[in-house]
Structure formats: C-alpha cells, structure tokens
C-alpha cells in the first residue's frame, strides 16, 4: 500500500501536465482492480511507516488563532506521539477498539492528535460541528451512542444536558480547557509517547459522518480504515498536493470536508496543513493569516471565495499561493475571474459527498483548459455516469441526469461502506448496478460537466425542469448581487415558479428599481422560462456549517407562504408587477 502513497506523490510533483494526467490514469487503473488487504492501518503504515520514518522534523500542522494571533506548530513526530499518549489514554480509561468517539470542538491542534488516534488505535471517529444544538445533539447520541466525547468548555456543557436528557454515560469526557466531571485533554501529557496500532481489517467502519441535513434527517455515512484514506488519493491528486506545499483548507471539524481536505489530501503526501482558529469569519485577518504562514494551496466554500473577491485583494501578499480549490457547490464565474485576476491562479472546482472523495473535478492539469461554471471530468477512481428517471445511462451530450456511480465494473474504493442502522436508505440509493449521488448534472459534447443541483432541488416549471444553480450564477454576475439562492415557489398553475432570495453588497440597497433591473438583467443572460419570477432582498440565507445553502428550509418558508398568509413586510417583488414587461400576467412568460 505504501508504494500507492509514494506513486501519487511522485504524481502531484511532475511538471508536465499530459504526463501527470497520463500516469494518474494508469495508477487508478491498478488501484480499481488490485486486491485490497485484509488488514490496514494508515496511520501506521502509511503516516508513520512512511513520513515520521522518512521526515520526522517536517512540520505536520501550523495552527493559529487568527484573532490573537496564537500560533503553534507540530512537526510529523511530534504529532505522532500526541496521538500515541491518547491511545495509552483511552487504554488506561477503558476505551476499545470500535468505540465511538465524538468530536466537537472548534479548530485547534487536538482535532488533529484525536483523528490520528482514532485512526490507529480502531476507535470510530464521530466529527460534530460545534453548531449543533441541544436537540440535534440529542438524536445523534439515542442513534448512536457515544463512548468517548471530546469538547471544548463551551460544547461541554451543552452535551451535558443532551447526556443528561438522553440518560446516556459515556466512558471518557475530555474536556479541551476545566469543567467539573470532565478529563481535561491535559492529563494525555503524562501517558508515554509509544503505542501500539490496532489491527483494523480494510473494511472496518473508523468514520461515522452525519450529513448535513439538507434534505431531511442527518444520515449516519460510515467509511472504512480504507475508503477514507485511500479513497482520498483521488482528492489528492485532483487537489495537487505535493510534499512542500502548505495547505489550507477553510472547513470546520465537525463535517466531512475538513477530514477530506485539513487531514487526508495533505498528510498522504506527507505536506504540511494549516489550521486557522476564528470565532467568526473575518475576511482581512483571514487571508492575512493565509498570507502570513505563506500557503500554497488553498481550499474554500463558495461563500467564502465570494466574500474574498469582493474585498481589497491587492492589500494582501498572496505571491505563494499556487492552487485555489472550490468545493460544497459550483463557483459562479464571475467569481474564479476576479480571483485569477489578483492572484494568478484558478479556482478549480472538485466535486464529491460525504458519502465519498472527490469524484468529479477540474485537476492540476486542467487548470489552462477549464471552461468557466463547468466543475470538470470524473475522477479516474469513479466510474461516474448519468442516469434518467428510468435508470437508462445517458449517454448523449446536453441531457440532464442524475449523477450516478456505477459498481458493475468495480465499487470506486472511496465510495462508503452503509448507511449506519439505516438498510432502507441503503436500498434507495444502490439501485441495479448504480449508486445514486441524489445530485444531477450534464455533460456537454467534450466531456465537460456542468452541475444542476440536487434531485430535489431542481425546480418544477410547467413542462420545464429547471437547476437553481444557473439562475443563481446569472443573478450574481450583477454588481449589486453578493449571493442569491433560488428554489421553487409554489404556483397553482405551472406547479412552481422561480423564486430568488437576494443578498446585496454593501454599497446596494433593496427597491423596486433595484429588482427591475434583476430582472431585466436575467432575461438578457437565461432563456425567459428560467428567470425568477419572485425577487425576495434578504440579509442572510440558511446554511449548512459546511456553507451549503439549505434550499429545503428556503422551500418550506415558501410553502408556509402560500398556506398562512401573513401581513409581515419583506422586501419582496413580483415580475408581473413590471409594467416595464410585455407580459403583465402572473403566470405569462
């Protein structure tokens, strides 16, 4: 397994880029077909066996609290033993192989001692976003019981009252600072800096990662001691990272995205990862610490790249950066402009879920041939198509289907092991030979795919299907668009039409002249059945931590609209309202 590690460095440090794209083809070929261990343990093969071995006195991680400018910095031997005093922790405390243990807490350098623990010792990663309510809290721990939690002060007293609601008493509570009834993480400093690794089987599930609930309750996704860290050459490589590089990735812990991109993509190559600590997100302290510890790949939602390239970019000295990478949902164009423009370098989409790695994306080598709002070509690992509602391949150019994994050639080995307890779900998404994304896309005569949005997000008009994320690209490409989100409003005759919701920039206030020119200004970029009909001037849409916008909520609100009538006041403006269009009646085009 370790020369699989090696291969993809060597991979992500060629220069050529038909070379680079040539020989990662070649090695997901082997990868699809090679028989995999019965037993494997990455952070002992692999972290250990391979960079502590080779360059103990690398540095590993660089954290920093970008308020205070607190920083710290591991190298790969000491962030070894860090997790070594853990496991000799958990041993003296109870704690086996195959427990689970919850991780919340904000970003700070135990996040990073804990998931290498978790990985060598066989104990069940559980990532919980720091944002999670006593509620939420409260379903995950009656679904899956924890046996070790890991918080900050704050956290610690929320899951408390959870704990206490829910009767449920966990083996060990490991609290990052003092709180009554809890093990201050401190006390792992006098436990020895070796330890043995367990031996885990290939298929034993070590992550459980609760969705994010755009769509429903959170799912319970579990991957396996191989899916997470050899799944992950394939963001790897369609990130680039190489051995001297500094990454960053902007991303929580308590979500999927952060082990993909702060953990995984950087330490399989053996670089150095960052990890920025912030109570909110201040775009100039933010990229002055991005600046400061001379990052060369960086790795951000959408909304973030959208707030960053409308702020003073000339201010800050980013000349190391070399890599810019999207992920969550499609970057709007306009957007991968502005930043190229004051940086030099483009933003590459990647593409993937919980449920995976990166499955589709614009790699290294398609930085100069990348076409503006398409998020690239599957990775080599997947075995990616599209399927219409019959569950017919696609194969022709232009068609909107759904994205699938097809498993009749061979299961993509970053794909995840189950649904944890839940067989029903299982059932629904592996269908026949496919694997269903639950997300849809096309691709066009070259290749290129270009992402519509989810199943259930696609937006039912008349005898049209229209994909939220064009409308919303359209809208942000005005000057007075900061970001917009589009669902579908319910409509008794056409089923549903398109509703915006608008954030402004700073410098724009909401009025009825402002939307007049939204909506001239969509009908001059879309055809005229996509444009919104319904522009709503919001300050704020919800989202996920992750910074994914939860369109089911905005869907709701609509319903709960046409149902109860309200006399609240919103900022909120019809198209057939407009003498200024030809079409003056509510449901004409």
Known sequence: MKELFKEVIRINMMEDALEKEDCAKKLFAKVNTMELPEYFNWATQIFEDLHVRENPDKKALIWTDIHTLKTKSYSYKTLSQRANQLINFFHKSGVKKGNNFYMMSPILPENWFASLACIKAG?????????????????????????????????????????????????????????????????????SCEACGAKTKSDDILFCFFTSG???????????AISYPVGHLSTTVMTGICPCDVHHNLSAPGWAKWAWSSFFAPFNVGATTTGFKFSFLDGEQYLDAVSRHNVTTFCAPPTAWRMFVNMNLDSFNLSCLKQSISAGEPLNPDVIEKWEKHTNTKIRDLYGQTESTAMIGNPPWMKDKMRPGSFGYPSFMYDVALADNEGNEIKEPGQVGHIVVKLDRWRAIGLFSKYIGNPEKMSSVFVDH???TGDRASFDKDGYWWFVGRADDVIKSSDYRIGPFEVESALVEHPAVAEAAVVGSPDPNRYQIVKAY?????????????????????????????????????????KTISGKIRRIELRQIEIAKQDNA?????????YWDFPEFSSKKKHGH
């Open 502 to 542: 608008v954030i402004l920039n700073p410098s724009y206030k909401a009025s009825r002249d402002l939307a007049l020119k939204l909506f001239k200004h969509t009908i001059t970029i879309l055809p005229r059945f996509k444009i919104p009909r319904i522009i709503e001037f919001v300050p704020e849409v919800p």
């Open 214 to 224: 755009t769509t429903g309750l959170p799912k319970r996704v579990g991957h396996t």
């Open 434 to 436: 496919y694997y269903y």
């Open 566 to 574: 309200t006399d609240e006041e919103v900022a909120e403006y019809f």
């Open 123 to 191: 104990v069940v990663n559980v990532p919980t976003a720091t944002t999670m309510t006593q509620r939420e809290l409260e379903f995950r721990f009656e679904t899956y019981s924890p046996n070790v939690i890991m918080a900050d002060e704050q956290s610690a007293c929320l899951i408390d009252k959870a704990l206490e609601e829910t009767s449920i008493e966990p083996e060990l509570k490991l609290v990052l600072g003092q709180k009554k009834g809890w093990v201050s993480f401190g006390v792992i400093e006098n436990e």
